[in-house]
């Protein structure tokens, strides 16, 4: 019936619900631009604010559910555009709008949920440089999580057989797109680390929208990377697609047969590096021998021959021993000399007591030249010794004592210092400690030692 038609009397209850139902039925589903303002997280988990404009304000409520579906969070000031339906708030009676999805104005959902998480692991600081490490040189397996049918893995496996083609792989295939696909991919980051059988982790997929590299985006799978102890390279999308999982890896490759190729080097080259280095060692290793042969002919060059310098010490021997006989002839005759002018001075001082006075200066003077002729002659012995002694420790007969033997030409007598110079058949006169024996060349080996 008209309830306008006469008069009746409304509870505001019913009033109330009357209004609700004709806004309800109006306005079931519309999409509202403006500015969030009184925004309010309780502990419900649904969401309260209120869009503004110039002119207007409306009262928003979001639910948990649709909370939970955000790929953003809402902040005071945010130019929204939100769809949903008008209904009334009974205890306040105030109409509302009961928003089921948001987006900001004038950029998508997903791309203000990537700035935004984006700024705050930033501040977390789970992009630092100091926290990332390096990759192994040389890898002994490559794990991959990636879905096992996409072109990914395929990319992947192909570019690391051209590579390296005994390098192992262990794939872990996850789901990369669509509802619970981040959270696979975290727990298979876990599970390679807990099992610990790789060096290097890939992960990643080919190219897409945003919405369908959007696992790479999640914040579980951020976290998962961060905590990994493998070094991970992210691979995910094309070289201009950027997600969050590439600014927490260790390393970002710009697509996912860019990060095969990232992973190690190629067999060609690791080849071409030892050749490289070997060549380099080699040339090191002459050089070096090089320098110890001329510093081993110098040193060759500068020892005499043991002959000639027994030759020079037998020389300096008997010029010593010429000189001390020398001096003590000096010695003695100037001594005879002086005795001989005593004793004419003695016949010409008769006197007893002048007598006997020379005479005892004369037995003085005669123990003196006795103890400088015994002291000089000490010296000239123990002199003669130590030269002898020089000479025994430098003579040849000493090395051929200890089991050597000094070849020579049994035509000119030369001696032989190189094998090279020799020739099978030709005679030899080896000289040892005890006699001399006579060979013929059998065999010869020549060489550097």
Not at 180 to 196: C, F, P, T, V
Not at 334 to 341: A, C, G, L, S, V
């Amino acid at each position: 019936m008209d309830i306008f038609s006469e008069k009746t009397i409304l509870t505001v209850s019913r009033l109330t619900a009357l209004l609700r139902g004709v806004l309800e039925e109006n306005f079931e589903q519309l999409w509202v631009q403006g500015e969030v303002s009184n925004l309010s997280y309780p502990s419900s988990g649904h969401c309260y604010f209120t869009l503004k404009d110039v002119g207007a304000q409306l009262r928003c409520v979001m639910f948990k559910g649709a909370v939970k579906n955000l790929k953003f969070r809402l902040t005071d000031g945010m130019a929204l555009i939100a769809r949903g339906r008008i209904s009334v708030y009974d205890q306040r009676g105030e109409y509302q709008l009961i928003c089921e999805y948001a987006e900001p104005a004038g950029i998508g959902a997903l791309q203000t949920a990537f700035v935004q998480l984006k700024e705050k692991l930033a501040q977390e600081g789970l992009f630092a440089e100091a926290h990332k490490v390096s990759m192994p040189r040389f890898p002994r397996k490559i794990g991959v999580i990636t879905s096992p049918t996409g072109a990914a893995i395929h990319d992947i496996i192909n570019v690391l057989k051209r590579r390296f083609a005994s390098l192992a792989v262990l794939l872990y295939p996850v789901r990369v797109q669509g509802e619970g696909s981040a959270l696979e991919i975290a727990r298979a980051i876990d599970e390679m680390n807990r099992i610990a059988e790789v060096d290097v982790l890939i992960i990643g997929r080919g190219g897409g929208s945003l919405e369908d590299l959007w696992a790479f985006n999640e914040e579980v799978v951020a976290r998962a990377l961060y905590r990994s102890k493998i070094p991970i390279i992210s691979a995910v999308g094309h070289e201009t697609d950027w997600t969050i999982s590439d600014f927490v890896a260790d390393l970002r490759a710009p697509t996912p047969s860019a990060a095969a190729e990232m992973v190690i080097a190629s067999a060609d080259e690791l080849r071409g590096q030892i050749e490289m280095l070997s060549h380099r060692l080699r040339k090191s290793v002459e050089n070096l021998l090089a320098a110890h042969d001329g510093r081993i002919e110098g040193l060759r060059r500068a020892l005499h021959d043991p002959r000639t310098m027994l030759g020079h010490l037998a020389q300096r021997l008997d010029d010593l021993t010429g000189r001390l006989e020398t001096g003590l002839g000096v010695a003695v005759s100037r001594r005879r000399d002086r005795f001989e002018r005593l004793q004419d001075s003695l016949q010409h001082n008769v006197p007893k007591v002048r007598i006997i006075d020379l005479r005892q200066r004369i037995a003085l003077l005669s123990e003196r030249a006795e103890h400088l002729l015994s002291q000089r002659l000490e010296a000239t012995r123990q002199r003669f010794g130590d030269n002898a002694a020089r000479l025994e420790v430098l003579s040849p007969l000493k090395t051929l004592a200890r089991g050597y033997a000094i070849a020579t030409r049994s035509g000119d007598g030369r001696i032989v210092t190189d094998a090279a110079s020799l020739a099978i058949g030709e005679l030899l006169l080896l000289r040892l400690f005890q006699g001399e024996a006579g060979c013929r060349i059998e065999a010869l080996e020549t060489g550097k030692t």
